[in-house]
């Protein structure tokens, strides 16, 4: 069983949205006004990458790459202004609010381990959310 290559997409804030490229290949780029467009025009260019390189005689597949987005910490919580971020630190990553504040706007340094434990804490909430139907 083959194993997928996973790309990092490097996603950024723009004046007018957002761009991304990969950090594993020179030139794939893409362009959108939200995320959700950000990444629907990357899905695409990787499309064309693939077809160039089967037109090139190297036999890959869009099924062979997985793409892993990266967004920083001070971009994330800009595009999602509607998370708390206090409330966010405290219940779902354990940081005191206050720190978890100053690592958004870069004011203090963040480890490697401190974006793991903000990234599952995003997962924690992200899974939570993923179970709740709401009634009336």
Known sequence: MNSQICLTVIV?????GFSAYAKEIDGMVAVGSSINELKANFVEVF??????????????????YSLNYVLDLEQFFDYFHVINKSAFAEHYVGINPSLFRQYAKKLAPLSDK?????SNGLHKLANELSDISLSV
Do not use: A, P, R
């Open 12 to 16: 950024e804030k723009t004046g007018t």
């Open 114 to 118: 401190k974006i793991v434990q903000i």
């Open 47 to 64: 499309q064309h990458y693939v077809d160039y390189e089967n037109e090139m005689g190297n036999s890959i597949q869009i099924q062979d």
